[in-house]
């Protein structure tokens, strides 16, 4: 990583991911060029958040937009370009993504790579101009190449992504990813249409003082839960909540903070996906020195069993993870009499 800090900052994407690529002798440039793939679908779906910004104003679902199309939602738009990017970039024989019910099989069957993928997440917020994201993982195939990819490709450990990153679609449109040498973010300028290092080897706070989580649902998390959040108001800590998981984890991640979707009575599993959303981040912020759990063991050491199964989400700042833990490890401790 000492070699990265001689790329300065406004290096372009495309550069940057030459550059590392150089650093590995034997890479033979697929991972760069999946990585392309997944920029250049974050440049058509910016586009078309930015548009249907103005067209969801004019009309509503399932009418036909200003331009005699008939509107989809944004999610499935996101969904359709990102894995055209990937089917025609020639290197994921298979993609996992929350809005197909079944792998994709993109007919790449010599593709040595497999993406799992949640298009856009939060997009209920997309009309009240809220931040939504998109977040992605890339694992090498068990399979041999020459076929489908299978399940087997798709149900690997978060431990053993090759790459991951989120895109966050806010005040401005960032990619920010790892493929296991740190944590890199870069800032769209769609006048040029490029992506540009703007945050380089990010490294998250070990303390914070913000924690995100839906407090409507307090009554029925964990007490140990519970008893960090009291916590955390008599240590005068910030609560901030957007509801848009990617927005809450990239402000924490910078500032320091933590996020907590624990088991709830709506979703005694957690709502979190681990397979395209818990993985991601937590190959993330562990890059970033920070933690992920999901209330017992490490994200990454779970091993999926389903393709779209939740599971419960602590994610951020070491020291706050580590807190929550010992919280929830004093209340699991049978009172006596
Ligand atoms: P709740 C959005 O639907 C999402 O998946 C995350 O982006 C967000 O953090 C969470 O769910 C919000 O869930 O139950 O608090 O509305």
Redo the contacts with the bound molecule.
């Keep these: 990583m000492d070699d990265q800090l001689a790329i300065p900052v406004g290096t372009t994407l495309d550069r940057f991911i030459m550059r590392k690529q150089e650093e590995f002798p034997y890479a033979t440039g697929e991972l760069s060029q999946l990585l392309r793939d997944i920029a250049l679908a974050t440049k058509i779906v910016n586009r078309e958040i930015n548009r249907a910004g103005l067209i969801a104003l004019a009309g509503t679902f399932g009418q036909q937009n200003v331009q005699g199309e008939e509107q989809q939602k944004l999610d499935v738009i996101a969904n359709i370009r990102f894995i055209r990017a990937l089917r025609n970039g020639g290197e994921v024989c298979t993609v996992i993504s929350e809005e197909e019910d079944h792998l994709i099989q993109t007919g790449n069957t010599n593709g040595k790579y497999i993406v799992a993928i949640d298009p856009l997440?939060?997009s209920?917020n997309i009309d009240v101009n809220v931040a939504i994201g998109t977040i992605f993982s890339v694992y090498r195939r068990v399979s041999e190449a020459g076929d489908d990819g299978t399940l087997a490709d798709c149900l690997q450990k978060g431990a053993k992504q090759v790459a991951a990153g989120y895109i966050i679609f806010g005040s401005s449109t960032m990619l920010v990813y790892t493929t296991g040498c740190g944590v890199n973010g870069f800032t769209y300028e769609p006048s040029l249409g490029e992506f540009f290092l703007s945050h380089p080897l990010i490294s998250t706070p070990r303390e914070g003082k913000i924690y995100s989580c839906?407090e409507g649902?307090i009554r029925s998390f964990p007490e140990g839960v519970r008893a960090y959040l009291d916590y955390c108001k008599e240590q005068n800590y910030t609560g901030r909540?957007i509801?848009?998981?990617?927005a809450?984890f990239h402000r924490n991640l910078l500032k320091g903070g933590i996020y907590i979707?624990p088991p709830t009575t709506n979703y005694p599993n957690g709502?979190?996906r681990l397979v395209y959303?818990c993985n991601a981040l937590a190959m993330i912020v562990e890059q970033a020195g920070g933690k992920a759990t999901d209330g017992s063991g490490r994200i990454l050491d779970k091993t999926p069993t389903e393709l779209h199964q939740r599971c419960p989400l602590l994610i951020g700042s070491r020291d706050m993870v580590d807190k929550v833990h010992k919280f929830m490890a004093k209340e699991a401790v049978p009172t006596a009499g």
């Design positions: 997440d939060g209920s839906n649902n909540y509801g848009s998981l990617v809450d979707y709502k979190l959303e």
